[in-house]
């Protein structure tokens, strides 16, 4: 059963990764760093309930506002260029980052042991959860609660006219920004919004995984970041939570028991997926007919 | 810094020089596909580590073959294997979505390396290289031989390039498509025909390359291809998307300061710089070295 609950942990944080990944996306621009800024909210929320033994909820806050102003302050520099240029800037400001906690060594002295992150070997003993008392159960409860949260909001930002302006930012930005529509601006709020999605994922991940360190937010992850949401679909934020099920639980987990033939077939079934469906899992042409499906019969009755 | 240390600096940059073609080959691979189809290869360093693997299991029986044969069958399997990239990664996805094509390049760079790792058991290879025992030696600096011929081979193909690119046919279409992709076709050029071609031509750069790196390092590992995808990345912004000579140039600046960097802060802080050299130019001169200045569209 812990299996179970460990690996619904495991989809719920990748979940929120995707989502930030999902926000950039929206507006048209390929962001490689998702992991980075996941990191920075990782590594801040940690240290502030590690070391100045704060509560998790103001820590997460703090780390979501950190990640975020990261991801503004990216945002500005990195959106003068576009296409590849993107794709490299970013996977460079999130090589940087991860290299910068390789070397980044801040510890205290508590009782016998010494507490902080600690370069190349990374930051272990965050023990919030035992500590307080919350079992594998409420942990699951509290991830999923935030999920149901992020995805209630992008969700409803996305019915809203800001969604139909970033969506127009995304398909056409020369026609978009000939409409009067403050482009720059746009992008730059995407990736804020981005980066405070994942921050708040990364401060879950740290405190779930008990120990972090600098490899797990390589280039990797960035990519499982950006792949949520191009496998599950743009056209909606279900798209990228199927997707996460999809890589998490039947690829990773459910396929082990192939054993090595599983990593094989992991980047041939990517690739096949793109081939059959390059828009997506859950395109919009997959939605209007589950949309038919679904209410044939109300639609049926009132012709 | 005194004599001694000055003397060490300049030598790890003459070695980074000459490692840099390695580089510089992967960036003109990156560069060229680019050009010609407006998307980008995330698989394209995995292949051409791919192809020096190939090379090793094509001369399986003949572990005496000297070294030039190893890389000509490096370029050979490089080709196949970009011809199937190709096909299997780009053909059949819709032109107008790149991110689509984006992701099966990824997924097609996961495949090749789990396909390596399961091939060879995740251990890594001896790779042969060519005048190991060769010190060229010039008052106190010493050239090691295995580099020199890497610069030297890695010189010669882009020369060969060059010269496939601007003065056959093939070139001449080439750059016709990455210019005008209809007004070509209008032409008669074959899209299809051309495609294929730039992805073998590419793909036989990228398995030089990958030996390249192989007898440079001296052996072969299923890790080499992610700092080698991200450096070919690299080396092509910092040249400019689409411009050869640039790419040639960032090859070489690259190498040489990734190596003075390992020399002067240790290995574990020599990226880091890398891409901040990157960041700034993204910053100050997004068009790479060879950008045209700034002016009206």
Known sequence: MDFYLGLAQVIGVHTLLGLSAY????????????????AVGAYVAAILTVIFKWHLFAALGVSAVVSGLTACAVGFPALRVKGLMLVV????????????????????????????????????????????????????MFIWL????????????????????????????????????????????????????????GGIFAHYTTHIEHVQFGVILATFAIAYPILGGLSNVFGTLLAVIFIQGFLIEGLRFLGD????????????????????FLDAGGVASLKRMLFAGKEGSGA | MDLLDLIDAVQSVADGLLFGS????????????????????????????????????????????????????AALCGGVIGALVYFIGFKFIPVANPLATLMSTVGL?????????????????????????VVIRLGPFMLRGDLMFVFVLGCACMVLFLLLLYRTRLGIATRAVSQQPIASQLCGISILQV???????????????????????????????????????????????????????????????????????????????????????????????????????
């Open chain 1, 261 to 280: 033939w599983r990593n094989l077939l992991f980047g041939a079934l990517i690739v096949l997926a793109m081939n059959l469906r390059p828009r997506g």
């Open chain 2, 109 to 133: 760079l996961l495949l090749i390396d789990e396909i390596i790792v399961h091939t060879t058991q995740g251990v890594p290879l001896a790779y042969p290289a060519l005048y190991s025992d």
């Open chain 1, 146 to 201: 935030m999920v149901a949260i992020v995805m209630a909001c992008l969700w409803w930002l996305d019915q809203s006219r800001a969604g139909a302006v970033m969506r127009a930012v995304g398909e056409d930005e020369v026609a978009a920004h000939s409409s009067g529509i403050n482009v720059t601006a746009v992008k730059v709020l995407a990736m804020t919004i981005g980066g405070v999605i994942a921050g708040i994922g």
């Open chain 1, 23 to 38: 926000c950039v996306l929206l507006t048209g621009q390929v962001s490689l760093a998702q992991a980075a800024f996941f």
């Open chain 2, 195 to 297: 495609n294929v071609l730039t992805f073998v031509v590419t793909g036989m750069l990228g398995g030089i390359a990958g030996a390249m790196s192989g007898a440079a390092i001296g052996m072969l590992s299923p890790l080499l291809a992610q700092p080698l995808t991200v450096k070919g990345l690299i080396v092509t912004v910092i040249g400019g998307l689409g411009s050869i000579p640039g790419a040639i140039i960032a090859g070489l600046i690259v190498g040489g300061l990734e190596s003075l960097f390992q020399f002067l802060r240790g290995v574990t802080e020599r990226d880091l710089y890398i891409m901040m050299l990157l960041f700034a130019f993204l910053v100050f001169r997004p068009g790479g070295i060879f950008a045209r200045a700034p002016g009206r569209d």
């Open chain 1, 89 to 140: 800037a970013t996977l460079a400001f999130g090589e940087a980052v991860r290299l910068f906690f390789f070397n980044f060594t801040y510890q205290i002295q508590a009782g016998e042991l010494k507490i902080g992150p600690h370069g190349a070997e990374g930051f272990r003993q965050i023990r919030y959860f035992p500590e307080h008392g919350w079992s594998t159960f409420d942990v699951l």
């Open chain 2, 22 to 73: 390695t580089y510089a080959l992967l960036g003109i691979g990156f560069t060229l596909i680019f050009g010609v189809m407006h998307k980008i290869n995330l698989s394209y360093a995995a292949a051409s580590i791919g192809a020096a693997y190939g090379s090793l299991l094509l001369l399986g029986g003949f572990t005496a073959a000297p070294a030039i044969i190893v890389f000509m069958a």
